[in-house]
DNA sequence: GCGACAG
DNA sequence: ATCTTGTCGC
C-alpha cells in the first residue's frame, strides 16, 4: 500500500519563527471531521405548511462576521444575528470587540473565528433563548475546502447546529477554478439557470456556484457545512439572497462594521 | 523553482 | 480581511 503525504503548508504570514500550529490543527480537523454530517438533520420544515400546527417550521436563520481594524489587525468585532426567514427582520443582534491572535492561514480559517462565535452563541444561553437560531451561514466554505472541512463545518460541528458555508471567492480546491466555473455558468446561463455544480477532479460534489443577484456578475459559493444537505442549503441561502450575498452574512457583516468603528 | 491560496 | 473616489443608474 502506498502512503500519501501532504505536506504543502506556507510560512506563516504574521509570527515570527515557523510557528507548528497547522500540524496540530491538521489532527484537530481530521478529528472534528468524523462529527461531520452532511445530510439534512434537523426537524423543522422550509416551505409554507399546509396542515401546519404539528410541524416546526424554519424561522430563526443566523447569520455571523467578523471585521477587522485597519490600525491594529489583532482587534477585531464579532458579530451574530439572527433574522426571521420569511421576513428577513433582523431579530437579534450581538456583537463583541476581541482581541484575535491567531493568524489566518487559507485552510484553517476555523480555528481563527469560530471561537468567536462559538461565545456569541452561548450568550444566547444555549437553545433557551426564544431567537437562538435553527441554521447558521457562515461567510466561509463549508466541504469546499482542501480536507472537506472549512469553518462552516468546524462551526457547525463545535455549534453543534446546521450550517452552510458562503463563499464570496473560489477556494481553488481539487482543480476547480474561476474560469472553468464562469464557462459553466455560462452555459447553463442559456437555459436560465442560475447555479452550476462545483465537481472537482475527484468527481465529487463539492458546492454550487450561484448567480444570486442580478446586479453581479461574480456568482457565490454555496457548500455544505453541518447537518445540512446541498440542495437544501441552495434553496435556502436563494431565498435569502436580496442582494449578492445572503441577508443573514450581510447583516452580520454591515454591524459588525459598524459596531467597531463606534466602539474603537 | 514559482505561483495559488476562503476571511 | 483592509487600503480606497467617483461614478453610472434605478
Not at 422550509?46 to 485597519?70: A, N, P, Q
Not at 433557551?128 to 435553527?134: D, G, K, M, T
Request: one cysteine or more; hydrophobic letters at 35%.
Amino acid at each position: 500500500m502506498v502512503m500519501e503525504r501532504k505536506s504543502k503548508l506556507q510560512s506563516s504570514p504574521s509570527t515570527s519563527s515557523s510557528d507548528h500550529v497547522p500540524h496540530k490543527w491538521l489532527e484537530a480537523q481530521d478529528l472534528l471531521k468524523k462529527k461531520l454530517v452532511t445530510e439534512d438533520d434537523y426537524t423543522w420544515k422550509l416551505g409554507e405548511t399546509e396542515e401546519g400546527y404539528e410541524v416546526e417550521s424554519l424561522k430563526y436563520i443566523g447569520g455571523v462576521d467578523i471585521s477587522f481594524s485597519k490600525d491594529d489587525p489583532s482587534v477585531a468585532c464579532g458579530t451574530l444575528v439572527v433574522l426571521d426567514f420569511k421576513t428577513l427582520d433582523v431579530v437579534y443582534e450581538d456583537s463583541s470587540i476581541v482581541k484575535i491572535d491567531v493568524p489566518y492561514i487559507p485552510g484553517f480559517l476555523g480555528f481563527r473565528e469560530a471561537p468567536i462565535f462559538l461565545k456569541l452563541l452561548e450568550k444566547m444561553q444555549n437553545g433557551s433563548h426564544p431567537f437562538y437560531p435553527q441554521l447558521l451561514m457562515i461567510d466561509g466554505n463549508g466541504i469546499l475546502h482542501p480536507r472537506g472541512f472549512g469553518s462552516a463545518c468546524h462551526l457547525g460541528v463545535l455549534a453543534n447546529l446546521p450550517t452552510i458555508g458562503v463563499g464570496k471567492n473560489l477556494h481553488h480546491v481539487d482543480g476547480l477554478t474561476n474560469a472553468k466555473v464562469r464557462e459553466l455558468l455560462e452555459a447553463e446561463e442559456k437555459f436560465s439557470i442560475d447555479f452550476v455544480s462545483l465537481i472537482g477532479d475527484s468527481g465529487n460534489t463539492l458546492g454550487v456556484a450561484l448567480h444570486s443577484s442580478k446586479g453581479s456578475l461574480k456568482p457565490i459559493f454555496i457548500s455544505v457545512g453541518h447537518r445540512v444537505s446541498l440542495p437544501c442549503a441552495l434553496q435556502i441561502v436563494k431565498r435569502t439572497c436580496n442582494y449578492r450575498v445572503p441577508e443573514p452574512i450581510r447583516q452580520a457583516d454591515i454591524r459588525s462594521r459598524d459596531y467597531l468603528r463606534k466602539h474603537h
